[in-house]
């Protein structure tokens, strides 16, 4: 199965607008269980923020299971893919924002 990264100014992020009932159609079979229910879009009282572009006019992006190059490790994270516009080489110039839990 695909992970099912998406760009944070996307609807289907719900961090910009509200997002639509259902599923991204936009993923691959068997990726497509990332949606939103009736119930959880009553919930929602966004906007949560105002702009989702990084300095190169692009949209960050979500990753649920960015490699990190530096530990080789997978991990939910944030990117902005740099001036190059590319996610995750060997010439890794990505931004990125990892994501932790905290108590």
Known sequence: MESPETTIDSQWAGL???????HDSSYSAGAGNCGWTASEIAKWKGS?????IDPWKRSYVF????????????KPAIIS????????TATNNDIVLFLTLSN
Request: charged fraction near 10%; proline fraction near 9%; glycine fraction near 12%.
């Open 48 to 52: 949560y923020m105002g702009s989702a």
């Open 16 to 22: 910009i607008t509200v997002p639509s009932l259902g």
């Open 81 to 88: 893919l740099g001036a190059a516009s590319i996610i995750n």
């Open 63 to 74: 990753d649920p299971d960015y490699f990190d190059p530096i530990d080789g490790i997978q």
